[in-house]
């Protein structure tokens, strides 16, 4: 980084600019802390001052994350979801808890790259590799269970995906500078026992449509795997989950008290819980970064008028990326009647939550949404987060029967791509890299 770059960060860490948290970390080499540019704290000295692109790289430097700020738990940065280089699709994939599943060989081989490879780029870029880009995952999970649950540390140690208690305690220690007793302790009232779920506050940064986001949810809601209650401005948006080790129900909440949205996590199995949040984070956009949207859509004549009426419109992606394209094959009514018939029930319906949509082994054989799912199944389209953009629209232009606007909702929404232009709309070269936003705006400004 040269003095020019360092000095541009240091005025966004002495403004406090809440834009830049999860952009960028500084770490102040006096206090052996690192922090958020937002961080409340007195502003340290330039020359004591270190940046850092994420926060393992903060902690394989030996910084400790700041108690005031809590850097740990920003919005992940955005250009990570813009990216579709090796770097951005390993770190979307290490967030959904691939390393923690499959190690890193599991990661360079879903990739398509060596062990070394994806080390030597992900370490260059970021400062960190994928063990401990993982780690740093793991840890602010195990924060979060030890603040908010009554579980026992031991389970906490394995649910967040330690392989030991040793290696947990060590870390927190080294993360935190504290044990994890000492980090419970931090926090007083009542804690969420496990029947109860996991409540959670998803970050995000600058303003937020809500109440966009939330009118989508609701008119795509398929009864019986999702529903959206309340009134407008307090709705809640629930949802069975399909998750690695056994099924979920997520619920947020539409009303946004300050720069998070409050949500519960009731899972089968504790150890989903990072790939839940990913998924949950990715189908609301909280990751998005709406000032670099606002400012290339809102030079457009034509785009103007509805980024200055609603500031934080977001593109929202897809809880299950392959339910989401099976769904906009088959339509609505359609996907109403094969959940009917061939979707898993879950153990005890929750409320009017009764099943997960069927996976795409179970709809092979359907007229309608059989090529794709068969695609699906075999591999040959993938559309997981570290899936190349590029080979899986290729690879939907393939499927017979996918057409053309349904590949474009599939691209945008499953695989969060923030690029895809409007299927059936205006297209301008200007507004890359934004163009599912630009979609978005013009179907929102249409009602």
């Known amino acids: 980084m040269t003095d020019d770059e360092g000095d541009t960060l240091y005025q966004a860490v002495s403004s406090r600019d809440a834009r830049f948290d999860g952009e960028f970390f500084f770490a102040v080499r006096t206090t052996g802390i690192y922090c958020r540019p937002s961080c409340p704290a007195v502003t340290p000295k330039r020359r004591n001052v270190s940046f850092f692109p994420t926060a393992a790289a903060a902690q394989g430097h030996g910084f400790r994350a700041c108690r005031r700020c809590r850097p740990d738990a920003v919005p992940g940065s955005a ?8 770097v951005g699709r390993a770190v979307r994939m290490i967030g959904d808890g691939v390393v923690d599943r499959e190690g890193v ?42 603040q908010t649950t009554a579980l026992p540390v ?8 330690f392989s030991s208690v040793r290696q947990f305690n060590d870390t927190i220690r080294a993360v935190y500078a504290r044990t994890p007793t000492e980090l419970r302790a931090e926090t007083s009232g009542p804690r969420s026992a496990p029947a109860t779920g996991v409540p959670l506050r998803l970050a995000y940064r600058g303003p937020y449509a809500a109440a966009e986001v939330f009118d989508l949810l609701a008119a795509e809601a398929l009864p019986g795997v999702e529903e959206v209650t309340g009134p407008p401005g307090s709705r809640t948006y629930r949802r069975t989950l399909r998750l690695p080790y056994g099924p979920g129900v997520v619920a947020v ?30 189908l609301l956009d909280l990751d998005a970064d709406p000032y670099a949207v606002a400012e290339r859509l809102g030079a457009d004549p034509r785009l103007a008028a509805s980024v200055a009426a609603r500031p934080g419109l977001r593109s929202p992606g897809a809880a299950d990326p392959e339910e989401y394209a099976l769904r906009t094959v088959l339509g609505p009514a359609e996907s109403a009647r094969v959940l009917a018939e061939s979707g898993t029930p879950l153990d005890a319906p929750d409320g009017t939550l009764r099943a997960l949509f069927p996976p795409p082994g179970a709809l092979t054989a359907h007229p309608v949404a059989g090529p794709l799912a068969r695609a699906l199944a075999a591999d040959a389209l993938r559309l ?8 899986a629209a290729r690879a939907l232009a393939a499927v017979p029967g996918v057409e ?3 590949a474009a909702l599939i691209r945008a929404r499953s695989l969060a791509d923030p690029d895809v232009p409007p299927p059936d709309g205006p297209d301008a070269p200007e507004w890359a890299p934004w163009r599912s936003y630009a979609r978005r705006h013009l179907e929102v400004s249409r009602r």
């Not at 250009?79 to 090796?86: K, L, P, Q, S």
């Not at 030597?120 to 870029?125: C, G, H, I, S, Y």
């Not at 997981?384 to 080979?391: I, K, Q, V, W």
């Open 154 to 161: 031991t389970d906490i140690a394995f649910a967040a995906g």
């Open 404 to 406: 053309a606007r349904d």
């Open 253 to 282: 909440g539409e009303r946004a008290p300050g720069r998070w949205l409050e949500a519960r996590l009731h899972l089968a199995e504790l150890r989903d819980l990072t790939t839940a949040v990913h998924r949950l984070r990715r």
């Open 105 to 146: 060989p599991g990661l360079a081989v879903r990739l398509g790259y060596s062990t070394r490879q994806v080390q030597r780029q992900l370490t260059a870029e970021l400062g960190a590799g994928a063990v401990a880009l993982a780690r740093a995952q793991r840890a602010h999970t195990a924060r979060v269970l030890l």
């Open 384 to 391: 997981d987060p570290g899936a190349d953009r590029d080979e």
């Open 79 to 86: 250009e990570w979801n813009v990216r579709a280089d090796v």
